[in-house]
T-cell receptor, first 113, second 115 residues
Framework: TQLLEQSPQFLSIQEGENLTVYCNSS?????LQWYRQEPGEGPVLLVT???GGEVKKLKRLTFQFGDARKDSSLHITAAQPGDTGLYLC?????????????WGAGTKLIIKP | DTEVTQTPKHLVMGMTNKKSLKCEQH?????MYWYKQKAKKPPELMFV???????INESVPSRFSPECPNSSLLNLHLHALQPEDSALYLC??????????????FGSGTRLTVV
């Protein structure tokens, strides 16, 4: 059974600080996606990483896919209160022809003004 | 149109009621999904439709019945639910087979409360 371990589960920091969220697995993924979810809303796709070692930037957010495609990180620079939300990573298995996603447990992020 | 629309936004139903959740997308995506999400947990897959055919049923109780009338619409029929079925129900879509790895588009969900 494939698992994605996401850490930390909860993070509360001051505005302007930097932070990193990690997703790790012992399994290889064909791609990994990061979502942000606000209370009562559906997850919104932030980025998909596909190639080992790939780095993508979205304004102050930097996403990295591990060389072996088993792990990924999300780094936020100078966090803003608007970054508050639940961050979810989800991996797509190369062995799965039905395109199911393996989900991390989520990171609840609170940015205090 | 790059969104998935779900209705209703909120639903309260009794354990003897029959209700339906609706989902619509016009992105030409050929895979559509129903997920259930409890508070502070990641989404749990319920059903997958691929090219309008049910391809995955994750051992979901028969009180949940999915339907895909056409490539743009997905319904979830609810009957004789239990209070523990209260959750946020999410619809999502993705490009065709093998393309789920390129990201899902989620609707904003239906907050279901069973009383």
């Amino acid at each position: 059974t494939q698992l994605l371990e996401q850490s930390p589960q909860f993070l509360s920091i001051q505005e302007g600080e930097n932070l990193t969220v990690y997703c790790n697995s012992s399994s290889v993924f064909s791609s990994l996606q990061w979502y942000r979810q606000e209370p009562g809303e559906g997850p919104v796709l932030l980025v998909t990483v596909v190639t080992g070692g790939e780095v993508k930037k979205l304004k102050r957010l930097t996403f990295q896919f591990g060389d072996a495609r088993k792990d990924s990180s999300l780094h936020i620079t100078a966090a803003q209160p608007g970054d508050t939300g639940l961050y979810l990573c989800a991996g797509s298995s190369p062995m799965d022809s039905n395109y199911q996603l393996i989900w991390g447990a989520g990171t609840k992020l609170i940015i205090k003004p | 149109d790059t969104e998935v629309t779900q209705t209703p936004k909120h639903l309260v139903m009794g354990m003897t009621n029959k209700k339906s959740l609706k989902c619509e997308q016009h992105m030409g995506h050929r895979a559509m999904y129903w997920y259930k999400q409890k508070a502070k947990k990641p989404p749990e897959l319920m059903f997958v439709y691929s090219y309008e055919k049910l391809s995955i049923n994750e051992s979901v109780p028969s009180r949940f019945s999915p339907e895909c009338p056409n490539s743009s619409l997905l319904n979830l029929h609810l009957h004789a639910l239990q209070p523990e079925d209260s959750a946020l129900y999410l619809c999502a879509s993705s490009q065709g087979p093998g393309q789920g790895g390129y990201g899902y588009t989620f609707g904003s969900g239906t907050r279901l409360t069973v009383v």
